[in-house]
C-alpha cells in the first residue's frame, strides 16, 4: 500500500495513542494527508504548539457521537483509525450513557460515515477487556468490535473494508497505573489490588505499528491480537517502587484478576502467525478467510490469557519500559 498517496483521518487524535500515531505517521510513512479529529480545541492547539505542526496535517474539531460532521471530516479520506473512546473503568461505571454513546453510538457513526464517503479501509482500536467483558467499559467495546466486523456485510460491493486491532494495557497511556506508582513511592508505601493480578503490556510505539501492519494486511472482518508479554503487577510495583511496601487493597468493581485475548470460542476460528494472531469473522461473509492458509490453527481449548502466556516481562524489563514516564 502506498500510504504517500492516502489521506489517513484518526479520531480520537489528542490521546496518548492518537499522538503516537501522528508522530510516527509524519516522522515516517508520511501520508498526502493526515487529519486528527478530536472534541477539544486545547488539545490540538497544545499538540501544534508541541511541534505536531506539519503541511499535511490537519486539526478537525468534532465529536463521534455527531454523524454529520464525521460524513464531513471523511470526504476524500482513504484510511480511518477509531481511537476514540471513553476508556476509564470507573467513569464508565458511573456514567453509563456516556460510554454507549460514544463507544458504541459513535462506532456507528463513524461506519455510516466511512461507508457513505468510499473509505476504503477503517481500523478500530480494541481491548483485552472486550473479551468475556466484566464491566460496562467491556461491554461497549465488545459490541464495538461486533459493530465493525460485521458491517463489512453493509460494504457489500462497495470498496469499504473494516477490521479490528485488539490489544492489552498500554504502558504510561492516560488512566495507567504507571503514574499513580510513582506518586505513591515516595510515600514508601504502593497500593495494589492483588498480588496475583496479571496483565498483557506493550509500549504506545508497539501499539502504533501493530495498528499500521494491520492497516496494511486487512482483508475485512478480522480482529487482529499481537503477541506481546504478560507482566505481573507487583512486579511493575516492585520495578517502580524498589523497597517499598505493597500495601493489598483488593480488586476493584469491574476489574479481572486476569485479561483475555482471544477466549477458548473465538479460538476455533483464529489462526496463528508469528507475530500475532487473526481472529476470522465467525460467519462466512465475502472476505476475510483466506488467513488460514497463512498460519496454523489453534488447538481445541485454547486460550491466549495473561496468566498462561509464554512471554514475560521481569522486574529488570518493566523498568527499562517505564524509564521514560519517571522524568
Known amino acids: 500500500m502506498n500510504w504517500n498517496e492516502k489521506t489517513v483521518l484518526i479520531t480520537g487524535g489528542t490521546g496518548s495513542f492518537g499522538k503516537k500515531f ?55 479520506v482513504h484510511i480511518v ?40 479501509r477503517v481500523m478500530a482500536l480494541s481491548t483485552d477487556k472486550a473479551v468475556n467483558p466484566v464491566n460496562l467499559y467491556g461491554a461497549t467495546k465488545l459490541a464495538a468490535e461486533k459493530l465493525f466486523v460485521q458491517s463489512n456485510a453493509y460494504a457489500g460491493g462497495k470498496g469499504t473494508r473494516f477490521a479490528c486491532v ?19 513511592r515516595g510515600s ?12 498483557f503490556w506493550l509500549s504506545l510505539e508497539q501499539g502504533v505499528r501493530f495498528t499500521v501492519s494491520a492497516i496494511e494486511q486487512m482483508q475485512g472482518g478480522e480482529v487482529f491480537v499481537p503477541k506481546i508479554p504478560s507482566m505481573k503487577v507487583a512486579d511493575l510495583a516492585r520495578a517502580i517502587a524498589p523497597g517499598c511496601k505493597l500495601q493489598r487493597i483488593g480488586i476493584r468493581a469491574g476489574e479481572k484478576l486476569h485479561e483475555v485475548l482471544v477466549s477458548e470460542d473465538e479460538a476455533r476460528h483464529t489462526v496463528e502467525l508469528a507475530d500475532r494472531y487473526v481472529v476470522q469473522p465467525p460467519e462466512e461473509l465475502w472476505f476475510g478467510h483466506s488467513w488460514s492458509q497463512q498460519g496454523r490453527q489453534l488447538p481445541e ?24 514516564f519517571e522524568a
Open 81 to 120: 483509525v477509531h481511537a476514540a473512546a471513553l476508556k476509564q473503568v470507573p467513569a464508565c461505571e458511573y456514567n453509563p450513557n456516556e460510554a454507549i454513546l460514544t463507544n458504541i453510538i459513535g462506532g456507528r457513526n463513524v461506519i455510516e460515515a466511512a461507508l457513505d464517503n468510499g473509505v476504503e
Open 166 to 184: 485488539r490489544y492489552g494495557n498500554v504502558v504510561g497511556s492516560r488512566g495507567s497505573v504507571v503514574p499513580v506508582f510513582l506518586q505513591q
Open 188 to 199: 514508601g508505601t504502593v497500593t495494589i489490588t492483588d498480588e496475583r493480578m496479571t496483565r
Open 301 to 324: 481449548g485454547f486460550t491466549y490469557s495473561s496468566d498462561k502466556n509464554e512471554r514475560w516481562l521481569s522486574v529488570e524489563e518493566i523498568r527499562d519500559l517505564v524509564k521514560p
Open 22 to 76: 501522528v508522530e510516527i505517521m509524519l516522522r515516517e510513512i508520511r501520508p498526502a494527508k493526515l487529519i486528527v479529529f478530536s472534541r477539544d480545541e486545547l488539545k490540538q492547539h497544545e499538540m501544534r504548539v508541541a511541534g505536531f505542526d506539519d503541511p499535511t496535517l490537519r486539526y478537525f474539531i468534532g465529536d463521534v457521537r455527531d454523524e454529520a460532521r464525521l460524513r464531513r471530516a471523511m470526504n476524500g
